[in-house]
C-alpha cells in the first residue's frame, strides 16, 4: 500500500489550500482521512470519509474544511478554507482497509502546511 501526498506549502491567513492524496496497491478501502501534527504537538485527527456513508470533520475545523473522495481514483482531497496560522503543521493521510474508520493500516510521508504572515 502507498500513499501519495500533494497540495501543501505556505500561505497566508485567510488563504485557501487543497491537499490530495491517492492510494496504490489496494483494492477498495473502508476509509481515508487525515491527521495533522503541529511542532511539538500530538497528532490529531482532521476529518475522514469512508467509502459508503458521510464525510467527517473534527469542531477544530468544522466550516473551514471539507473531506471528499473519489473512488474512481482512490484519492481523499481535503479542501481547506480561510486559514489560520494555528493550521500550520505536517499534514497526513491515511487509509483504513478493515472497518475502522479513523483506525490507520497505512501512512502517507506527510506534506508541511505553513500558514504565516
Known amino acids: 500500500v502507498q500513499l501519495v501526498e500533494s497540495g501543501g506549502g505556505l500561505v497566508q491567513p485567510g488563504d485557501s489550500l487543497r491537499l490530495a492524496c491517492t492510494a496504490s496497491?489496494?483494492?477498495?478501502?473502508?476509509?481515508m482521512g487525515w491527521y495533522r501534527q503541529a511542532p511539538g504537538k500530538q497528532r490529531d485527527l482532521v476529518a475522514w470519509?469512508?467509502?459508503?456513508?458521510?464525510?467527517n470533520v473534527t469542531d477544530a475545523v468544522k466550516g473551514r474544511f471539507t473531506i471528499s473522495i473519489d473512488l474512481a481514483q482512490d484519492t481523499v482531497y481535503l479542501q481547506m478554507h480561510n486559514l489560520k496560522p494555528e493550521a500550520t503543521a505536517v499534514y497526513c493521510c491515511?487509509?483504513?482497509?478493515?472497518?475502522?474508520?479513523?483506525?490507520?493500516?497505512?501512512w502517507g510521508q506527510g506534506t508541511q502546511v505553513t500558514v504565516s504572515a
Open positions: 491515511f487509509v483504513n482497509l478493515h472497518g475502522s474508520s479513523t483506525l490507520a493500516d497505512a
Open positions: 496497491g489496494i483494492f477498495g478501502f473502508y476509509a
Open positions: 470519509a469512508p467509502s459508503i456513508g458521510s464525510t
